[in-house]
Every structure is written in structure tokens, then in C-alpha cells.
């Protein structure tokens, strides 16, 4: 599995804007677990892990968060910078987000309660894992 | 049932804070569907309906927003202002949502997938079915 980036469903008139999604069409799964990261110093980068088992969605649903996601074999960025963007990391990929822009606010839905045993926090273990022979 | 508001779990340092929720824990469900409300003009009043049976987690994940309940006998006003907070709405509470602040956004999860058969959005017939005799 890799990385997909959805454009989210997205409803506008007068009133505002209102975007959204939902399992089996443009959510990949239905989050038991979501946290949202905020009053990050512009520039921080956080993350620094890949999961097991737990699927991922990230919305930046203020500002801008840059995201680099390694598969073992491609790295790559993506700017999420707008509310009805979603980015679905799947396991057992690396990622990294950094916060790029004042009060930038990024939401993360998750398909498994919190586990510390699901996480790969160190880069070797995840490069021998899913990396090319160095 | 009624409307609860809830202080989610926070964790907070130098790089920033996190706010979580999780179902079993201070989450009361696993959402099916999300919709996040945002560019609303200052003042505007969103919602007006209640439902047959979707619950709703509230959070607004910047700005204010106040949120007005009324399950029938008690109507309440609510000020979400912080990324931490939580409001669940049951099923069969009317709610209405004024956006405070420029840039206020509200993110709502949802425990059922969209159904237009499951809103009531006629306030005589709310009354018919909550509220107490005229």
C-alpha cells in the first residue's frame, strides 16, 4: 500500500464552506482514534515513525503542514494546506510533518486505538524492515 | 440521553500540543463520517435540525463557535473555543451553530453515514415529537 492524497468532498454557498467524507466512499477506514496537533513553532517538524497496523488520514485543517512519507523505496512531500485535502498513510510507512506556517493545525484519524508496540520509531529497524539493501 | 461536554486529553511541550480522543475512552463512538465547517461569515447560524439517530462529536479546531441545544425540555448554549473540548449530541437534540470569530472551523464526526431520512429539520415537528405540550 502507498499514500494516496484525496481531494475531500467540498459544499460551498453563502453560508460558508463545508467539506467532507465518509467511510467506503473517501475515508479509507472509520477512525476509533483521532488527535489534532496545534500551537506548533513554525518550522518544527514532529512524527518520526511508521506504524504496523494503524492506517492514518491527516487533514490540515488550518495553515499549511508540509508531510514527507517514505515507502522504503520513494520518499516524497506533500503540502497539505487547504481543509478538504486528505492524505490516507497507510503502515509500515516512515512519515514526518512539518508545521510551516503560523497557527497551522493538522487533524489525524486513526484505525486502531492507541498502541505504543505499533510503533517503528527507529529509522534503521524501519529501513531494515521495508528498505532496499544498503 | 443529553448533550455532554467534554475535556479531551491534552499533551503539551515545547513542540506544541496534542489533543486526542478515542472511542471506549472519551470518544462515545467510532465515526463512520466527518464534515468540517469552515469560511462561515462572522455571525452566521448553521444547523437548525436534529437527528432520528446520528450522533455527533463536535470540536471547534480554531476560532469560537457557539453551539445551542435544546433536547426538549432544556435548551443550553455552549461556547466551543478550544481544540480540546468535545460536545457529543445524541440523537433528538435539536442544535443550532453561530460562528464567533473570524476563521472559526468546526469539526463534526458522526456515527452514521448520511442519510437525509434521518434529519428533522421542522422545529414544530422537533416540538411534536420532544417537547412538552402547547
Not at 513554525?42 to 490540515?60: D, E, M, N, S, Y
Request: net charge negative; with cysteine.
Amino acid at each position: 500500500m502507498t499514500t494516496v492524497l484525496s481531494d475531500m468532498n467540498l459544499v460551498s454557498d453563502e453560508r460558508g464552506k463545508l467539506t467532507f467524507g465518509e467511510e467506503h466512499a473517501n475515508l479509507p477506514f472509520a477512525p476509533v482514534r483521532y488527535f489534532m496537533v496545534y500551537d506548533v513553532p513554525i518550522g518544527t517538524v514532529r512524527g518520526g515513525h511508521a506504524h504496523k497496523a494503524c492506517h492514518q488520514f491527516l487533514i490540515a485543517v488550518a495553515g499549511s503542514v508540509m508531510v514527507m512519507t517514505d515507502d522504503g523505496v520513494t520518499r516524497s512531500e506533500v503540502l497539505l494546506d487547504r481543509p478538504d485535502r486528505g492524505l490516507h498513510i497507510p503502515p509500515l510507512v516512515w512519515s514526518e510533518q512539518r508545521y510551516e506556517g503560523a497557527d497551522s493545525r493538522l487533524l489525524v484519524m486513526a484505525s486502531e486505538r492507541y498502541d505504543e508496540s505499533d510503533y517503528i520509531r527507529d529509522h534503521d529497524d524501519f529501513r531494515s524492515l521495508r528498505g532496499p539493501a544498503r
